[in-house]
């Protein structure tokens, strides 16, 4: 085969990967003037590639992103190459789908950057699934929320209850004439004991369910918490917060 053949066909070769691709693969002058459209495009983004080619590529951008192809395009007269740019573009329907460009120069014989070379790929699957995904964690994180609190609400009514009752009866226990000597201390160590059920209880409660995490104010409930964690274990725990967050 001669190497002229041979070019024929690796040239042929290309033209049929490019055509049956998913992706839609778009080519245009520096301008921003399509050149060339495949079946990948027509699909994604509804146009037929002679209503395309030859137009200008802000076709299928939204007006509110049009400042992207100027940029695009400066880029890469620079000679970059811009990977895996996810943003938004119009259907022919005037719908919008969520994409991921990759978009590289075009170079002739001689090295000089004469247009550009764009791969889209539809992510609106992709988005869709990470969107139910989110939604089923936070649906989860909210049902635990739930059941922690309920834990929490049965034991300081149920176990509570029940030390309070106790505390209650060894009161009045002590009150009686009579009470005097090693029944006095035993019953100063139950009192020390219920007392020490009760901290405990109200502590772990509290671990289940700080106070003030459902109400939004989420730097007072970070507070409380941190005071909290100081009276359970002993030790100095300091609080730092910005009183104000500025974007990166």
């Known amino acids: 085969m001669s190497s002229s053949a041979h070019t024929d066909q690796s040239h042929l070769q290309l033209a049929a990967i490019i055509e049956s691709s998913e992706d839609g693969i778009v080519s245009k002058d520096l301008d921003g003037i399509v050149t060339s459209w495949n079946r990948g495009a027509e699909r994604i983004f509804g146009y037929r590639a002679d209503e395309v080619i030859g137009q200008s590529i802000v076709i299928i951008i939204p007006e509110d992103l049009q400042g992207e192809e100027p940029e695009i395009l400066r880029r890469i007269r620079n000679g970059e190459r811009i990977e895996h740019y996810e943003t938004v573009r119009q259907r022919k329907d005037r719908s ?9 120069p075009v170079r002739n014989g001689a090295g000089r950057i004469v247009g550009v070379s764009k791969i889209a790929r539809d992510i609106s699957a992709r988005r869709k699934a990470e969107q139910q995904a989110w939604e089923l964690s936070e649906r989860l994180h909210n049902l635990a929320d739930q059941q922690r609190s309920r834990i929490a609400d049965e034991l300081l009514d149920s176990i509570g209850q029940h030390l309070a009752a106790i505390g209650l009866h060894a009161m009045n226990l002590g009150s009686c004439p009579g009470i005097q000597g090693d029944a006095l201390k035993y019953l100063e160590q139950i009192n020390r004991a219920l007392a020490k059920a009760a901290e405990d209880l109200h502590g772990f409660t509290y671990r289940l369910r700080p106070p003030g995490f459902t109400s939004g104010n989420l730097f007072e409930s970070l507070r409380q918490y941190v005071e909290g964690f100081g ?5 100095t725990a300091t609080l730092n917060l910005r009183s104000s967050y500025s974007e990166p």
């Open 96 to 104: 919008l789908v969520e994409i991921s460009l990759t978009v590289s």
């Open 231 to 235: 009276r359970r274990t002993g030790l």
